[in-house]
């Protein structure tokens, strides 16, 4: 099984039952950029979807994703390394979207520490003691978060080279 051929069938089966890629993206409640990669053979289905799927072009799980000659045990199998591919597609879409908010934390907590170095130098702290106690706590929670980030960082590189 591969995605081109599930993705033929896919586009087979909405022709046989008369619709558009946009009418059954509306009724999957997906993207019609979901459609268009399926039908490509780009990626499979999520398996969440498959029901409904199934449903919408009144043909079984195992007609859309061709397991018509294969035993049971098999049809398990390459159903568990579907799942497995997109557990690793998402993982890995995760720690992007987990790197871009580290990276945004980041600035923020720079940002912080700027601004309080601004304000000590132009003097707009009144009084020595509150101005330490901003400048400090700027800092701490900016190491804390470097020292934070850096044993994420670290995990997720040794992920990423385990993973190609």
């Known amino acids: 099984m591969d995605e081109y051929d599930v993705g033929r069938r896919i586009a087979r089966l909405r022709r046989e039952n008369t619709m558009t ?3 059954l993206a509306r009724r999957l409640n997906v993207s019609v950029w979901d459609v268009r990669k399926w039908e490509k ?3 499979y289905p ?3 979807v498959l029901p409904r799927l199934s449903g919408v072009l009144d043909a079984s799980v ?4 061709g397991f ?3 035993s049971n045990e098999r049809a398990v199998s390459e159903i568990l390394e579907m799942a497995e591919e997109e557990r690793i597609r998402r993982t890995k879409q995760l720690k992007r979207r987990t790197a871009d908010i580290m ?3 980041l600035f923020v907590a720079i940002f912080i520490l700027r601004l309080c170095w601004v304000l000590w130098d132009n003097g707009l702290f009144k009084e ?4 330490v106690v901003s400048l400090l706590f700027s800092t701490v929670l900016l190491m804390g978060y470097l ?3 850096g044993d994420k960082i670290i995990a997720m590189m040794e992920d990423f080279h385990k993973d190609n």
């Open 21 to 23: 890629q946009k009418e």
């Open 41 to 43: 053979g780009i990626v």
């Open 62 to 65: 195992t007609d859309i994703l």
């Open 103 to 105: 990276t945004l934390e």
């Open 128 to 131: 020595e003691k509150i101005t």
């Open 46 to 48: 999520d398996l969440y």
């Open 68 to 70: 018509y000659y294969i």
């Open 147 to 149: 020292l934070n980030i």
